[in-house]
Nanobody, 123 residues
Framework: QVQLVESGGGLVQPGGSLRLSCAAS????????MGWYRQAPGNERELVAD???????NYADPVKGRFIISRDNARNTVYLQMNTLKPEDTAVYYC?????????????????WGQGTQVTVSS
């Protein structure tokens, strides 16, 4: 199995910053794209940003210029630096990993999600 553990969420005032981390562990054979998604109450889960193994990044329009996604392949970890936070950034943030993993002695392709971390932007 593959596990993703997120950390770094919390309460911050508008204009503040937070840094989220997500560490992957388990029977990973090789890693592909990693990403951050968020879901606010009553809304669908939406892409925030993703990053390919080679470091190519993609951002949703609402966070462009404010958030930075990065990854450390040696540590199987993805980060999300969130700056100039706004109340509308309030949501549960989830990390996602696409990878090849070892299950029952075979290599399979799968997508895994973290448990989510709450980010609240409020004064």
């Amino acid at each position: 199995q593959v596990q993703l553990v997120e950390s770094g969420g919390g309460l911050v005032q508008p204009g503040g910053s937070l840094r989220l981390s997500c560490a992957a562990s388990g029977s990973i054979f090789s890693m592909y794209e990693m990403g951050w998604y968020r879901q606010a109450p009553g809304n669908e889960r939406e892409l925030v940003a993703d990053i390919a193994y080679d470091g190519t990044t993609n951002y949703a329009d609402p966070v462009k210029g404010r958030f930075i996604i990065s990854r450390d392949n040696a540590r199987n970890t993805v980060y999300l630096q969130m700056n100039t936070l706004k109340p509308e950034d309030t949501a549960v943030y989830y990390c996602k990993l696409d990878c090849r993993w070892i299950v029952d002695g075979h290599i399979s392709t799968g997508t895994f999600w973290g448990q989510g971390t709450q980010v609240t932007v409020s004064s």
